[in-house]
Nanobody
């Protein structure tokens, strides 16, 4: 069964850090561009970051550039999102997904069934 499972979300104070993990099963991540998007209540989905399959190039939304870092470990079939200097506006459900791309300064994703999405993990930034 093809699946992505996120973990690492939680409650953190402003200025704090979290590291999200996304483990793939049923397929090999090596051949896929993969990334993260988020969705807050009442807001549109926002592409956060993408890492390519070919050369490991990384892309970020302007809202997180300089604070978030995406990485992948193909030996563990896992992708990570290190989030530092968190702000209340980063509060959202974070999803990992395959088949991301970066165009016109926007990170976007193919929707299922053309891409695979995880179920999401909640990140809450609050004092």
């Amino acid at each position: 069964q093809v699946q992505l499972v996120e973990s690492g979300g939680g409650l953190v104070q402003p200025g704090g850090s979290l590291r999200l993990s996304c483990a793939a099963s049923g397929f090999t991540l090596d051949y896929y561009a993969i990334g993260w998007f988020r969705q807050a209540p009442g807001k549109e989905r926002e592409g956060v970051s993408c890492i390519s399959s070919s050369d490991g190039s990384t892309y970020y939304a302007d809202s997180v550039k300089g604070r978030f870092t995406i990485s992948r470990d193909n030996t563990k079939n896992t992708v990570y999102l290190q989030m530092n200097s968190l702000k209340p506006e980063d509060t959202a459900v974070y999803y990992c997904a395959t088949d991301c791309h970066y165009s016109d300064y926007v990170v976007d994703f193919l929707t299922p069934p053309f891409g695979t999405w995880g179920q999401g993990t909640q990140v809450t930034v609050s004092s």
